[in-house]
């Protein structure tokens, strides 16, 4: 299918303040966080258990160990091998899957609500009983090479390797969520089976529960999952993000297209400038087809089939990015507009028009966010691993409301520094 | 990547009750069908139209979806991307879609929004400015997709020349975003040609889903689409395509590390008088979710995990076209040093088993229970079940067919399996193109194939 848009469906800016939504919140006795949304309407339960063990916490030299051990998890538990784990989930009609970032390691379940004891004993024994079987991590590693080297073929990959190499330097942000050639032949079944002890603990766990259930059962199974894993773990935290110089890559590539990625990091979660940032770039490029940049790139020029603009803020903080691609040919005059596009935006800020068509969609499309069991899940998931407040979403509205032209063009002038952005160009000319 | 796509949408095609969804048909031929579910105060729209890049001709490939985008440009009341202004301004997001089938227009919106939607769907159906110069800079933009969806994605480009070696006289064979030649010499003439051939309220199916009355939306499309005059919609050709006799193979050399496969078998897709060949259609289905609906499913388990054949492997199937044909696909990426011959054999290896000895009790019983469950599932994604009444209704099935669905898998046996399994996988139906990989440094020396036989 050809979808005349891509929209860049990022969680982190995802919200909604529908004040019909009540999350219950408690901590279980092992010190794991919960946050429980009952909802009858279907009879389905929706868990999400996360842990503070994503590739940020790997080293140079074990690059890919985070992403490993989320990626074993999955294929063999106890005695159980992968099919058979699988299987046991099939036969009840229950779904298992995985999440993995630089930040966190996720793990899902789905399942119908009367099934829901039967999944969630297999859930934990998931969660609480890997086996990173030997033989199964020897075939895994090689998928992983095999990965990596497709991956240095991909002008996408290629270049977004080198963007968070380039912004992020020694910090472990830049560290490729997969690894290295060299650094995935160095790990072992003890290195995943230690990283799981010390990262998958209890206090690391955040567990989310949407759906057909009683708080008592959310209770029960919320405490069963949190009693079971690892007891001896540590928090580990993420280092503070120091900026790198400001450079200019351009990499080779026979593709017809040139792909750029340009930005540095600016935000991280609870931003004291979130709102007057996040809605100020809805209107420079994150809202789809409205935004300056897909105006003046795409719309007046026709450069781009894609131009978007996005902060992703993290633990730490994450990237302020603008990317496209078009043929090489014209990357230089592409790239030339968007630097005049993002400048004119800092220089001026937002007409008052741009930010009331901003608010207008933010706010009239508030009910959009929370129209699935399914998206209450991310969003609510997303609002207890980073400690959040409860009322976040009540308020969120209001914020948008509240900000100003003056605030956003403030907000992105002492924020949004065109003298540290960072450019990758992939295929350059 | 489409057929793929479609696969999984029909592995977890649900039958929600039947008793929520009602339909009209106005005056002008417009067939208007609402699902109620009111758990949120959101509404989905989709207007489908039947047209899609198999009612193309060689030399137009792609203006199905050239004339999806320059449906964003602007009416006799609408300024070019003013639309999608109004449709952001209202909280509501949007976007459009084009197919071998059909071309789809949706928006998602706050429930109150839906007369402002139907409103300007219904003037884009029939008040359309395609202007010149509009045309001249959207084209370049429509190259750009094809530039980043398929000339520099190896993978893609296996998939496009599968397609077009497989079908041969049928459309089916071309491309959806279409050749870039024909991008290159398209005018904003043969979009407009496009638009007054197939944009007719009679050529068109509205789909409303959500928190909405029946009644209500049935006034709202009586007033805004029912004045429309129908247009009368050209005969479509049937386009057979033409017996095939022996395997077709080819490779496509493009710039990558791993090689990959396709491999294709002509299959029917279920036929509009369903009694037909219903059970052989049901069968295969049952049979790709054997090959392929996890990962401890027979390929993965077998290509993958046991014999490490492959890093990845997969298969597909599409029960329901408007075409009346379809494929049976398998894919692969075989592990480095591997040959895309050897995973050729191995994958035959697997139908062969299934040909020989029809598959366990167990995996039917997990086909059947993830399907039961799936039904469930998707309830909770009001857009999903619109989109499966849309894709029904354009390609001449009754919506009520998801009704049937859950039955006729049911019903599958083994022994089905295993006819089907003899009937259709033979090499006079085989279609296989593979990926030669190629270095990055054009100077370097070429790799050549691994393990060339």
Same mark, same amino acid.
């Given at each position: 299918?050809?979808?005349?848009?891509?929209?860049?469906?990022?969680?982190?800016?995802?919200?909604?303040?529908?004040?019909?939504?009540?999350?219950?919140?408690?901590?279980?006795?092992?010190?794991?966080?919960?946050?429980?949304?009952?909802?009858?309407?279907?009879?389905?339960?929706?868990?999400?258990?996360?842990?503070?063990?994503?590739?940020?916490?790997?080293?140079?030299?074990?690059?890919?160990?985070?992403?490993?051990?989320?990626?074993?998890?999955?294929?063999?538990?106890?005695?159980?091998?992968?099919?058979?784990?699988?299987?046991?989930?099939?036969?009840?009609?229950?779904?298992?899957?995985?999440?993995?970032?630089?930040?966190?390691?996720?793990?899902?379940?789905?399942?119908?609500?009367?099934?829901?004891?039967?999944?969630?004993?297999?859930?934990?024994?998931?969660?609480?009983?890997?086996?990173?079987?030997?033989?199964?991590?020897?075939?895994?590693?090689?998928?992983?090479?095999?990965?990596?080297?497709?991956?240095?073929?991909?002008?996408?990959?290629?270049?977004?390797?080198?963007?968070?190499?380039?912004?992020?330097?020694?910090?472990?942000?830049?560290?490729?969520?997969?690894?290295?050639?060299?650094?995935?032949?160095?790990?072992?079944?003890?290195?995943?089976?230690?990283?799981?002890?010390?990262?998958?603990?209890?206090?690391?766990?955040?567990?989310?529960?949407?759906?057909?259930?009683?708080?008592? &059962? /959310? *209770?029960?199974?919320?405490?069963?999952?949190?009693? +079971?894993?690892?007891? !001896? @773990?540590?928090?580990? $935290?993420?280092?503070?993000?120091?900026?790198?110089?400001?450079?200019?890559?351009?990499?080779?590539?026979?593709?017809?297209?040139?792909?750029?990625?340009?930005?540095?990091?600016?935000?991280?979660?609870?931003?004291?400038?979130?709102?007057?940032?996040?809605?100020?770039?809805?209107?420079?490029?994150?809202?789809?087809?409205?935004?300056?940049?897909?105006?003046?790139?795409?719309?007046?020029?026709?450069?781009?089939?894609?131009?978007?603009?996005?902060?992703?803020?993290?633990?730490?903080?994450?990237?302020?990015?603008?990317?496209?691609?078009?043929?090489?040919?014209?990357?230089? &005059? /592409? *790239?030339?507009?968007?630097?005049?596009?993002?400048? +004119?935006?800092?220089? !001026? @800020?937002?007409?008052? $028009?741009?930010?009331?068509?901003?608010?207008?969609?933010?706010?009239?499309?508030?009910?959009?966010?929370?129209?699935?069991?399914?998206?209450?899940?991310?969003?609510?998931?997303?609002?207890?691993?980073?400690?959040?407040?409860?009322?976040?979403?009540?308020?969120?509205?209001?914020?948008?409301?509240?900000?100003?032209?003056?605030?956003?063009?403030?907000?992105?002038?002492?924020?949004?520094?065109?003298?540290?952005?960072?450019?990758?160009?992939?295929?350059?000319? | 990547?489409?057929?793929?796509?479609?696969?999984?949408?029909?592995?977890?095609?649900?039958?929600?009750?039947?008793?929520?969804?009602?339909?009209?048909?106005?005056?002008?031929?417009?067939?208007?069908?609402?699902?109620?579910?009111?758990?949120?105060?959101?509404?989905?729209?989709?207007?489908?139209?039947?047209?899609?890049?198999?009612?193309?001709?060689?030399?137009?490939?792609?203006?199905?979806?050239?004339?999806?985008?320059?449906?964003?440009?602007?009416?006799?009341?609408?300024?070019?991307?003013?639309?999608?202004?109004?449709?952001?301004?209202?909280?509501?997001?949007?976007?459009?879609?084009?197919?071998?089938?059909?071309?789809?227009?949706?928006?998602?919106?706050?429930?109150?929004?839906?007369?402002?939607?139907?409103?300007?769907?219904?003037?884009?159906?029939?008040?359309?400015?395609?202007?010149?110069?509009?045309?001249?800079?959207?084209?370049?933009?429509?190259?750009?997709?094809?530039?980043?969806?398929?000339?520099?994605?190896?993978?893609?480009?296996?998939?496009?020349?599968?397609?077009?070696?497989?079908?041969?006289?049928?459309?089916?064979?071309?491309?959806?975003?279409?050749?870039?030649?024909?991008?290159?010499?398209?005018?904003?003439?043969?979009?407009?040609?496009?638009?007054?051939?197939?944009?007719?309220?009679?050529?068109?199916?509205?789909?409303?889903?959500?928190?909405?009355?029946?009644?209500?939306?049935?006034?709202?499309?009586?007033?805004?689409?029912?004045?429309?005059?129908?247009?009368?919609?050209?005969?479509?050709?049937?386009?057979?395509?033409?017996?095939?006799?022996?395997?077709?193979?080819?490779?496509?050399?493009?710039?990558?590390?791993?090689?990959?496969?396709?491999?294709?078998?002509?299959?029917?897709?279920?036929?509009?008088?369903?009694?037909?060949?219903?059970?052989?259609?049901?069968?295969?289905?049952?049979?790709?979710?054997?090959?392929?609906?996890?990962?401890?499913?027979?390929?993965?388990?077998?290509?993958?995990?046991?014999?490490?054949?492959?890093?990845?492997?997969?298969?597909?199937?599409?029960?329901?076209?408007?075409?009346?044909?379809?494929?049976?696909?398998?894919?692969?990426?075989?592990?480095?040093?591997?040959?895309?011959?050897?995973?050729?054999?191995?994958?035959?290896?697997?139908?062969?088993?299934?040909?020989?000895?029809?598959?366990?009790?167990?995996?039917?019983?997990?086909?059947?229970?993830?399907?039961?469950?799936?039904?469930?599932?998707?309830?909770?994604?009001?857009?999903?079940?619109?989109?499966?009444?849309?894709?029904?209704?354009?390609?001449?099935?009754?919506?009520?067919?998801?009704?049937?669905?859950?039955?006729?898998?049911?019903?599958?046996?083994?022994?089905?399996?295993?006819?089907?399994?003899?009937?259709?996988?033979?090499?006079?139906?085989?279609?296989?193109?593979?990926?030669?990989?190629?270095?990055?440094?054009?100077?370097?020396?070429?790799?050549?194939?691994?393990?060339?036989?």
């Amino acid at each position: 299918m050809f979808i005349k848009y891509i929209f860049l469906l990022i969680v982190t800016f995802s919200f909604h303040a529908n004040a019909a939504i009540k999350i219950d919140s408690w901590f279980t006795d092992k010190g794991s966080k919960v946050f429980f949304v009952q909802n009858n309407d279907l009879p389905i339960v929706d868990v999400e258990v996360s842990f503070m063990a994503g590739s940020a916490y790997d080293k140079d030299e074990s690059a890919g160990r985070a992403s490993l051990t989320n990626h074993m998890m999955l294929l063999g538990s106890g005695n159980l091998k992968q099919e058979e784990i699988i299987n046991q989930f099939s036969e009840i009609g229950a779904e298992i899957s995985s999440g993995f970032d630089e930040d966190k390691s996720s793990f899902s379940l789905r399942t119908l609500s009367e099934k829901k004891e039967e999944a969630f004993k297999l859930f934990q024994t998931v969660l609480h009983r890997p086996n990173f079987d030997g033989e199964v991590l020897n075939r895994e590693k090689k998928r992983y090479l095999s990965s990596i080297k497709q991956s240095d073929t991909l002008p996408d990959s290629i270049g977004n390797k080198a963007f968070m190499k380039a912004i992020y330097g020694e910090h472990s942000y830049a560290i490729p969520s997969s690894g290295t050639l060299d650094s995935i032949e160095t790990i072992t079944k003890n290195t995943l089976i230690r990283f799981y002890e010390s990262a998958y603990s209890a206090k690391s766990a955040v567990i989310v529960i949407v759906g057909d259930l009683s708080k008592k &059962e /959310a *209770f029960d199974f919320a405490n069963q999952t949190s009693n +079971d894993l690892p007891s !001896n @773990g540590q928090l580990r $935290s993420i280092e503070k993000v120091k900026l790198t110089p400001s450079q200019t890559i351009k990499i080779e590539h026979p593709s017809s297209q040139a792909h750029l990625h340009y930005g540095y990091p600016i935000m991280k979660r609870g931003d004291e400038d979130f709102f007057p940032l996040y809605v100020g770039n809805y209107i420079l490029g994150g809202g789809g087809f409205v935004s300056r940049l897909t105006e003046e790139v795409r719309e007046k020029k026709g450069y781009v089939y894609s131009v978007y603009s996005y902060f992703m803020p993290m633990q730490e903080k994450g990237p302020f990015q603008i990317g496209l691609q078009t043929k090489k040919e014209q990357i230089d &005059e /592409a *790239f030339k507009l968007v630097r005049k596009v993002v400048k +004119d935006f800092i220089d !001026n @800020g937002p007409t008052e $028009s741009e930010l009331a068509a901003a608010k207008s969609n933010m706010i009239g499309g508030f009910p959009l966010r929370l129209d699935s069991n399914k998206k209450i899940m991310n969003y609510i998931s997303m609002m207890a691993f980073y400690n959040y407040p409860l009322d976040y979403l009540d308020t969120f509205s209001d914020k948008v409301n509240s900000v100003t032209t003056e605030q956003i063009k403030d907000a992105f002038q002492r924020r949004v520094i065109l003298e540290e952005f960072t450019t990758v160009i992939v295929g350059a000319s | 990547m489409l057929f793929k796509k479609i696969f999984i949408f029909l592995l977890l095609f649900p039958t929600f009750a039947i008793a929520q969804v009602h339909q009209t048909i106005l005056e002008n031929g417009m067939k208007v069908i609402v699902k109620e579910d009111h758990r949120s105060p959101v509404v989905i729209s989709q207007v489908w139209y039947r047209a899609g890049s198999i009612d193309e001709v060689n030399g137009k490939t792609g203006v199905a979806h050239v004339l999806e985008h320059m449906m964003f440009k602007g009416t006799k009341t609408i300024k070019p991307g003013e639309f999608s202004e109004i449709i952001a301004a209202a909280g509501g997001r949007e976007n459009a879609f084009t197919g071998a089938d059909y071309t789809c227009y949706f928006q998602r919106i706050e429930k109150s929004n839906l007369p402002l939607v139907i409103k300007m769907e219904a003037d884009r159906m029939q008040n359309l400015v395609i202007l010149e110069e509009e045309f001249n800079k959207e084209i370049q933009v429509v190259m750009e997709e094809r530039r980043w969806r398929t000339d520099d994605k190896p993978n893609a480009q296996v998939n496009e020349l599968m397609q077009s070696l497989a079908f041969v006289s049928h459309p089916y064979g071309r491309p959806v975003v279409g050749w870039m030649n024909d991008l290159e010499n398209m005018t904003y003439e043969d979009a407009l040609e496009w638009y007054n051939d197939w944009y007719s309220p009679s050529n068109a199916v509205l789909v409303v889903a959500g928190d909405v009355m029946p009644e209500d939306v049935f006034a709202l499309a009586k007033e805004y689409f029912g004045p429309i005059p129908a247009k009368k919609i050209k005969n479509r050709k049937p386009q057979i395509e033409a017996e095939q006799a022996g395997v077709r193979r080819a490779e496509v050399k493009a710039p990558s590390q791993l090689s990959y496969i396709q491999m294709a078998y002509k299959v029917p897709a279920l036929d509009r008088d369903l009694s037909k060949n219903s059970s052989d259609v049901y069968a295969l289905e049952v049979m790709a979710g054997v090959l392929s609906n996890t990962s401890a499913a027979r390929l993965n388990q077998s290509l993958v995990n046991e014999q490490s054949l492959a890093i990845g492997a997969g298969a597909g199937y599409t029960m329901i076209t408007r075409g009346g044909l379809s494929l049976f696909e398998f894919y692969a990426t075989p592990s480095e040093g591997v040959s895309t011959n050897i995973v050729e054999e191995a994958i035959k290896k697997e139908i062969k088993k299934i040909a020989e000895h029809g598959v366990t009790q167990d995996e039917l019983n997990r086909i059947k229970t993830s399907v039961i469950a799936n039904e469930v599932y998707e309830k909770d994604s009001v857009f999903y079940q619109a989109m499966l009444i849309g894709q029904l209704e354009t390609m001449g099935y009754p919506y009520t067919l998801m009704d049937q669905y859950i039955e006729n898998i049911k019903k599958v046996t083994s022994d089905q399996i295993q006819e089907v399994a003899k009937k259709y996988f033979l090499d006079d139906r085989l279609t296989v193109v593979s990926l030669n990989p190629q270095p990055l440094d054009p100077n370097k020396k070429p790799q050549g194939r691994p393990h060339v036989h």
